[in-house]
Structure formats: C-alpha cells, structure tokens
C-alpha cells in the first residue's frame, strides 16, 4: 500500500503581458513519494489553476520540454522526484513566455547557426561510409542530447560571461568527432566562449541523459593545447 502524503509547492507565476514582476503561489498536492514533479504540476494545473502555464510532451525523458528550476536546481520535471517542499520556477537565464514555460527560440536559432550537419570537403559518395564501431557508438552515445537546456541553466559561466553553455559544446565535440565532418569546430566552440568554461563538472552531474558536456570542453581546451583543431 502507498502511503499518501502532503506535497506543498510554491510555483511562479508571471505574465510578462500584465505583470510588472514574478511572483510566487502555494499550493498542496495530496499524492504519493512516487509522484514526479510533473505530476504535482499537473495535479495542480488540473484542480487548482487551470490558468497555469507550463510545457511537456513525452513524459519519459525524451523530449527535453518539461525542464524546470526545483529549489535552485534545474531539473527534467517528468524525470525528478517530488519532495515534501519545492519552490518550482522556469530555467534560466531563458525569457519566460508565461509562468513555467520559457522562450526556445534563441537556443533553436543558436543550434541553426552553428550548422550541426556534418561539413563535407566532397561529394557524399552515395553509398555507406565506413566508421569504426567504437567511434560510431561514441557518436551515437552523445546524440542522445535531448537540448532540455538543464545544462545551461545549471552552468554558473553562462549567468557571467559570454558563453554559449554546456549542450553546444557538447554537440559540436560531436560534429568534431564525425569523420565526415571537415568544419572548423574548435573555433566555433572558442567563438561560443569555451575558454570561459570554469570547469565546475555541474552540466555533466545534472544532464538528465547521463552525457558528459564537461568532458567534450576538456576535450576541445586539450586540442587547443596541441594544436589540433583542424582535421
């Protein structure tokens, strides 16, 4: 049996149309230690504020929408557990549209910019290209990126300085690695601020996917270091 028990959670609220600046509101949520922070959002929009806005669309990890602050921390809301007392806020440093939903749009022409598709010095030859296995299962492994942004909202050098964040570093190591790829990745990710990276290893502990964005920047500063940027 499941015992019940009493979740209260203090959420923002701001509607950047009317509102001069973000408050908070408590609510309780009567549920179970198993429920996600999706859920008591949820629970909340559908019997206490049907005017609360927020996003997700899988619920199981793979759409990278439901990203939230819980506490301080930013979290994949259908991914983390519920605790007794959560102050639930929108990512940041993103423009919130309304309450819990942020604005994507500058992440997404971000992504565009930077071409994420491999750059080729010739023609695709039409037909499969090799790749070694273990280089091909590296690449897969960090196309796993579900661009949630926790990392970047977790990342202490973008609130200061003029840095890209975490998920682009990440996803152009990726490209780097690509052995059809012959783009200029490590200067892309040096124009993105990666030296000022400050090695806090806080995207790779709180990435929801298990990725190592901390360990691509230190990957990209050792080729910087011995010259080899350029394939």
Known sequence: MVMATLITAEIQRFDP????EPRFER??????????VLD??????????PDLAYQFACRIGRCGTCGVRVNGVPVLACQESSKPFMRIEPLSPFRVIRDLVIDRAEVE????SLHFAPKRNKAHPREAEPVEPALAEEICHMDRCITCMVCVSACPAVKQRAFDGPAFMLKLRQMAKHPAD?????????E???????GCDLC???C??????????????RELLLGRGRK
């Open 17 to 20: 149309s009317h509102d001069s």
């Open 27 to 36: 609510f309780e949520v009567q549920g179970d230690k198993n429920m996600r």
């Open 40 to 49: 008591v959002v949820r629970s909340i929009y559908e019997t206490q504020a």
């Open 109 to 112: 022409d971000r992504y565009a």
């Open 182 to 190: 012959h783009g200029h990745r490590l200067e892309q990710a040096l």
């Open 192 to 198: 993105g601020g990666l030296l000022e990276c400050f």
């Open 204 to 206: 790779t502990q709180l």
């Open 208 to 221: 929801p996917t298990d990725l190592d964005p901390a360990g691509a920047i230190r990957e990209f500063r």
